[in-house]
């Protein structure tokens, strides 16, 4: 027996009845010999964080533009937040956690820069719509390794392809956007959780709010600090499923009422503000001009982007390019293609 096969006994034994095991695995797309020391799953996790586009993620937005401040949180920490809390609640439902942790770090990848709002132009510019759930799949089916992509399992993609949930609510897990897995509908929540409660800090930090704003029924049953208010909704999580056990994550009446509060708080008072959305109006002006630009200019497009992938449109291409950008890479770009430069007379 080598070293997955053990595991994957382990595992057998261990893990809750409600979990996906690495050896029944619905497999890739195209087939591989098994590793002798990782599962499936151990695979894609370490195929995630070596790809390309997930070191992209620290320079792209969470919620601040370009923050100054080196404690403002990035596409990047957002990711490692929600698989540390995706790995605790995992390990104590007895889940596989290395499914959790590898979901939530592939479930951003395909993040615009400027956040949502490159999302949203993108949306409407470029045909067929855009969604940053769908462009992750995208990445690591496609995108990465040129064209061969990364050849993740099928739970693994699915998770991915189905974490995002909007204004939706949380713990609906009816229907196609859903998951299949137990880990990847945990995932889904644990992913609020983070952002719920880091881009509450960040607010706070950035001025744009004070801690007197923060709804008193979400201070009082979630508590009045961020690590305080992470600790109740991640122990709610855990023990009331553990609770009500079955294929679907649940949590307590009133802790989840709280959760949906701040989440609605943020978009009134942080999301879709002036002060933060502004800046993010501009940026679309950025990723539409250089959509248009490289639309248009066959020398700019083969400058910058090169040749196309295989069976793949010119508007497909340029969405590709832009989408994979960082926002300093946007912006620089930007600047390089639009703004004068000035003459150097020596």
Known sequence: MDIRERIEKEER????????????????????????????FQRDRDRIIHCKAFRRLKHKTQVFLSPSGDHYRTRLTHTLEVAQIARTVAKALRLNEVLAEAIALGHDLGHTPFGHAGESVLNE???????????????????????????????????????????EEILSMEGLSCPGTLEGKVVRVCDVIAYVNHDLDDAIRGGVIVETDVPKMCTQILGATNAGRIDTMVKDLIFTTLKNPGPEPRMNQDVYAALVMMRDFLFERVYEVDTVHGDFVRAQKIIRELYGRFM?????FEREIGDALPETSKEQTVCDFIAGMTDRYALHLYERLFLPRPWMVY
Do not use: M, Q
């Open 296 to 300: 248009e200019d066959d020398t700019a």
């Open 125 to 167: 510019i470029f045909p067929g719509g855009f969604s940053h759930h769908t462009h992750s799949l995208r990445v690591v089916d496609v995108l990465e390794k040129r064209g061969k992509g990364l050849n993740l399992t099928a739970e693994v993609r699915e998770g991915i392809l189905r974490h995002s949930k909007g204004k």
């Open 13 to 40: 034994e261990i893990l809750s009845p409600y979990a996906a095991l690495s050896a029944e695995t619905k497999g890739r797309r195209i087939p591989e010999e098994p590793c002798v020391i990782r599962t499936a």
